[in-house]
């Protein structure tokens, strides 16, 4: 028996059970991944399937590699891509509403719309890279974004609430999916609706979405668990728009 073989499987993993994942065409459904000439199916039995070729070999790509390297065994982790895709195939389409309803919770505590009051380092540093994003959405999209200083709770405008969620309702499943997984990492929609439209690169947006923690780092030194964290948000926010781009490259 190889070392790897007797390696104990991780916490939540399962054994990897194929040899082969390959892309097939699939009529009228785009492309699908298979595991040794099988479809894969997701959860709810969805057909994992996209329209995009280049997505479609990204998928079977990280299937392909998922267990290798754990013992024969792989966990849900090991399929960043495929967990995205689940939620534009399954969850997203039958719960549009509700998503959008919890996207929109995030509005009303926007990481971007809470500063640090007075003149220091960090409030300097929070205008420098936190206002040019929040002046693009209010440019953008139309709509007045309020800020406070310190953490007393804001709210902002009907209209504006208004126009978020018309905005958020036009989104395709595919981006409803990359929001599910950007907002959270990054603590802001509003960052989250730069990334879908283009407009900032995961590392600009994740060093935005961080930067309480790494100044607070550049004061007292750096801490490993802090540095864990910003790390797991930076490969969130990066696989999600790895996944947008190769669906929309095709």
């Not at 959008?100 to 960090?122: K, M, V, W």
């Not at 989104?171 to 509003?190: F, K, M, T």
């Amino acid at each position: 028996m190889s070392d790897l073989e007797k390696k104990p499987a991780p916490a939540g993993a399962r054994k990897r059970f194929w040899k082969q994942a390959t892309v097939v065409p699939v009529q009228d459904e785009g492309f699908a991944v298979q595991l040794d000439g099988r479809p894969v199916r997701l959860p709810e039995k969805t057909m994992l399937s996209v329209s995009s070729r280049a997505l479609a070999d990204a998928l079977a790509a990280e299937w392909q590699a998922a267990g290798l390297t754990v013992g024969g065994h792989f966990r849900p982790e090991d399929l960043p891509l495929t967990r995205i895709a689940g939620s534009m195939l399954e969850r997203i389409p039958g719960a549009r509403a509700g998503v959008i309803d919890s996207l929109l919770a995030y509005a009303g505590s926007d990481l971007l719309c809470y500063r640090e009051a007075g003149n220091s380092r960090l409030a300097r540093r929070q205008c420098e890279l936190w206002s040019p994003w929040l002046d693009w959405c209010q440019d953008t999209f139309g709509m007045e974004l309020r800020t406070t200083e310190g953490v007393m709770p804001i709210t902002q405008p009907d209209a504006t609430m208004k126009t978020l969620r018309a905005l958020l309702e036009s989104l395709s499943d595919a981006e409803l999916a990359v929001l599910g997984v950007v907002v959270p990492a990054l603590g802001s929609l509003y960052l989250g609706l730069v990334l879908v439209k283009g407009q900032g690169t995961p590392e600009e947006l994740v060093a935005c979405a961080t930067l309480d923690e790494r100044e607070q780092m550049a004061i007292w030194g750096e801490d490993t668990d802090v540095t864990d964290r910003i790390a797991m948000r930076q490969r969130d926010v990066t696989d999600a728009t790895h996944f947008l781009e190769l669906l929309r490259g095709g």
